[in-house]
């Protein structure tokens, strides 16, 4: 089946604790990316991806690491998480990035992060 | 700068009936794609509908349809025959160089 998989699904967790919310896609795509999604503001990218190695800062990059050292993962990195980054996070991937493609993006189920 | 406008936070429609969620987005390309995603209240994101801005028919998807409107830079969702299963969050996006940009969500409630 395809599908984008986060984990954890929950996490809660307290200031300055390094965590890392783990996304996989089992659909040979090219291009990951991260949202959080906050009351009243929808969905902003974090960072996404376009292949292995190549990364690049979306809206809020600020407070985040990513990695892609492998196509299929694209984990998120918070150094030392702070209360404003308590979110619903999600991870998604599309086939490729490109303007002109019909790629949907498929989404993972989300994670939702409380920083104490 | 606002990429994609939500102007309607909530939303409310008899079942069996038709609602129109409206969005507006902002470009100077020729060439993107616009979506509406549903996020109901397991939170999960699905894609509902897929439009390319360089096909003038509108897309169609069983009881969801879109008024695309290239020149307004406007992209509505019609849903028909409203189910209480419609009841969600519903995102409208905008395809920019491979980056999706999201409004800010419209809340649906369908009464029975």
């Known amino acids: 089946e395809a599908q984008v998989t986060q984990n954890p699904r929950y996490l809660i967790t307290v200031t300055g604790k390094k965590l890392t919310v783990t996304c996989s896609q089992n659909?040979?795509?090219?291009?990951m990316s991260w949202y959080r999604q906050d009351p009243g503001l929808g969905l902003r990218q974090i960072y996404y991806?376009?292949?292995?190695?190549?990364?690049d800062k979306g809206d809020v990059p600020e407070g985040y690491k990513v990695s892609r050292k492998e196509k299929r993962n694209f984990p998120l990195i918070l150094e030392s998480p702070s209360p404003n980054q308590t979110s619903l996070y999600f991870c998604?991937?599309?086939?490729?990035?490109?303007?002109?493609?019909?790629?949907?993006?498929?989404f993972g189920a989300g994670t939702r992060l409380s920083v104490l | 700068a606002q990429t994609v406008t939500q102007s309607q936070p909530e939303m409310s429609v008899q079942e069996a009936e038709t609602v129109t969620l409206s969005c507006t987005y902002d470009?100077?390309?020729?060439?993107?794609?616009l979506f509406w995603y549903k996020q109901p209240p397991s939170r999960q994101m699905i894609l509902v509908i897929r439009?390319?801005?360089?096909?003038?028919q509108n897309a169609t998807e069983n009881r969801f349809s879109v008024n695309f409107q290239k020149a307004a830079k406007s992209f509505s969702l019609k849903i028909s025959d409203s189910q209480l299963g419609d009841a969600a969050m519903y995102f409208c996006?905008?395809?920019?160089?491979?980056?999706?940009?999201f409004g800010t969500g419209t809340s649906l409630t369908v009464i029975p």
């Open positions: 470009t100077s390309e020729s060439d993107y794609y």
């Open positions: 439009q390319e801005a360089y096909k003038q």
């Open positions: 659909m040979n795509h090219e291009y």
């Open positions: 991806s376009m292949n292995v190695e190549v990364t």
């Open positions: 998604a991937s599309s086939l490729r990035a490109s303007q002109v493609a019909k790629n949907i993006q498929y």
């Open positions: 996006a905008y395809r920019r160089s491979g980056v999706d940009y």
